[in-house]
Nanobody
Framework: GQQLVESGGGSVQAGGSLRLSCSASGFIYPNFCMGWFRQAPGKERERVAAVDDDGQTRYEGTVEGRFTISKDPAGNTIYLQMNSLKPEDTAMYYC??????????????????WGQGTQVTVSS
């Protein structure tokens, strides 16, 4: 079946960098959207960044200019390069995919595949 496997994450000091990776396998649809969400304790899950099937990228305002989402040429692996990390970036980060369909909506409930999550902790 379809599977998303994340790697990366960890603990860094404010101002540091981390890189997350997410590999998709078992997807039978030719076009699908992939993105990164995060959820801090007591807060709702929110989209951080996403990349449409055609390569268009989308970012939330709080991370724009600091985070970069990218996709490998095969389109099955995405990365999230996180620079200038802040304590408020601390959260569980989840990879998500929406298939079929290549457009990445903002709403959490529009995504039908999820990874297991990877913790990012930024200390001040």
């Amino acid at each position: 079946g379809q599977q998303l496997v994340e790697s990366g994450g960890g603990s860094v000091q404010a101002g540091g960098s981390l890189r997350l990776s997410c590999s998709a396998s078992g997807f039978i649809y030719p076009n699908f959207c992939m993105g990164w969400f995060r959820q801090a304790p007591g807060k709702e899950r929110e989209r951080v960044a996403a990349v449409d099937d055609d390569g268009q990228t989308r970012y939330e305002g709080t991370v724009e200019g600091r985070f970069t989402i990218s996709k490998d040429p095969a389109g099955n692996t995405i990365y999230l390069q996180m620079n200038s990390l802040k304590p408020e970036d601390t959260a569980m980060y989840y990879c998500a995919a929406r298939a079929p369909g290549g457009y990445c909506p903002r709403a959490v409930d529009r995504y039908n595949y999820w990874g297991q999550g990877t913790q990012v902790t930024v200390s001040s």
